[in-house]
């Protein structure tokens, strides 16, 4: 039996394929119009993202053990794209552009290496797009590095340094989290007007004042005169201090595009002793004209001393021009003028808060600008 003709559209209706054309029409639209609301909705969530740029630059984040389970490992051996590789997810946090910058252990960096990484970071950093930095880097000279940035970079940005003390192969590598933390720190807003931190073991260190202070544990990194500015997670960062009790750039910050690694003058540290001589300040000295240092800093014993050979030594080198600049090995504490030592008699520097490494890159940069005491003493005071 056929069924009658009146009734067949109800039942095609619902039957795919066979829907009038008003329906259907009704209905593509409204699927179109759902489409363009979800798509429109996802830019925008991407659009929200923030933008951070990631330069690697090797390290023990980047290490790899001789075998698994041995204690020997090379850093600098991995690429970014690896170690992003081991992070799935960190895509939804911000948008990553990464560049190699190089891949070394980090006690190979130079004027030259410092100078290009500086670079690399300025030219990120000055697009309006970019949101923060985080740079990997092996944690041997990470405080220089952080310190020279400061000296150098001229943005309210976040810039983060991280790397690991457990290489990337150890079953307890701490990289991936600090890359993790380090992401979500560069991406938040509150992390800005900090200058370079250093975020390790869950701590973000200001750059003027953290220091290497282990050769193996976790917490190697401490800021023994200022403290840290504040703890980290993937989570992102909780600061304890405001980024406007930082001290700004002494001098305000050096002209990154005025430098050149062939000319920056050349300063070495000196270290005092028990039992110190004359010996290094004096080969020093015996050095042709070219190569020797425009300036000599002292890693002193307690405040900026020295046995009576080694500063009778320094007194000869001040005199053939070379400028003195006392810091202390001690590892906390400032180093003041006139105190054992007649700074003023002498026309030395006090480093004032600034480990021995850190006071040879002021001294060098300052240098670039001036040869005069009382202004190179206000650039160290200023640190
Ligand atoms: C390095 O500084 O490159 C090696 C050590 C480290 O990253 O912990």
């Known amino acids: 039996m056929h069924s009658p003709a009146s009734t067949r559209p109800a039942y095609r209706s619902r039957v795919p394929g066979h829907w009038p054309f008003a329906a259907k029409r009704a209905l593509t639209r409204a699927l179109l119009t759902a489409t363009a609301v979800a798509a429109s909705a996802l830019h925008a969530a991407d659009e929200a993202r923030p933008r951070v740029a990631i330069l690697a630059t090797g390290g023990t984040i980047a290490g790899v053990q001789a075998h698994p389970g041995a204690a020997a490992y090379r850093p600098g051996v991995l690429t970014l794209d690896h170690l992003l590789s081991q992070l799935p997810g960190l895509e939804k946090v911000a948008h990553l552009d990464g560049e190699q910058v190089s891949n070394i ?7 030259e290496r410092w100078l290009n990484l500086a670079r690399r970071a300025a030219a990120h950093l000055d697009k309006p797009e970019v949101h923060g930095l985080v740079i990997t880097h092996g944690t041997d000279t990470m405080e220089e590095s952080a310190w020279f940035l400061r000296l150098v970079l001229r943005t309210e940005k976040p810039v983060i340094l991280t790397g690991a003390m457990l290489p990337a192969t150890h ?4 990289g991936p989290n600090n890359l993790r933390s380090a992401v979500a720190i560069a991406a938040s807003p509150s992390a800005r007007g900090y200058g370079p931190l250093l975020l390790l073991n869950g701590e973000l ?9 282990a050769t193996e544990a976790i917490d190697t990194f401490q800021s023994p005169n200022d403290g840290t500015v ?7 960062p909780a600061f304890t201090v405001s980024a406007s009790s930082i001290r700004p750039a002494p001098g305000g910050g050096f002209d990154l595009a005025a430098l050149d690694a062939a000319t920056l003058p050349r300063v070495v540290v000196v270290a005092a002793h028990g039992d110190a001589d004359a010996t290094v300040v004096d080969a020093l000295l015996a050095l042709p004209a070219e190569r020797r240092p425009a300036g000599i800093v002292l890693a002193g014993v307690g405040n900026g001393n020295a046995s009576a050979p080694l500063l009778a030594a320094l007194e000869r080198a001040s005199r053939e ?3 003195i600049v006392r810091s202390s090995r001690t590892g906390r504490g400032l180093v ?6 007649d700074d003023d008699k002498l026309g030395w520097i006090a480093a004032r808060a600034l480990s021995p490494q850190k006071a040879r890159i002021l001294l060098a ?6 040869r005069d005491l009382a202004e190179i003493q206000g650039l160290f005071d200023e640190a």
Do not use: C, F, W, Y
Request: proline content about 7%.
């Open 105 to 111: 252990a980090s006690q190979d960096i130079t004027a």
């Open 171 to 174: 079953p307890e590598a701490d």
């Open 205 to 213: 260190h200001p750059a003027r004042d953290v220091r290497k202070t």
């Open 230 to 236: 504040g703890s980290a997670s993937p989570a992102g």
């Open 321 to 323: 021009g070379i400028i």
């Open 336 to 341: 003041n003028r006139n105190m054992e030592v």
């Open 365 to 370: 940069l300052a240098l670039t600008r001036t």
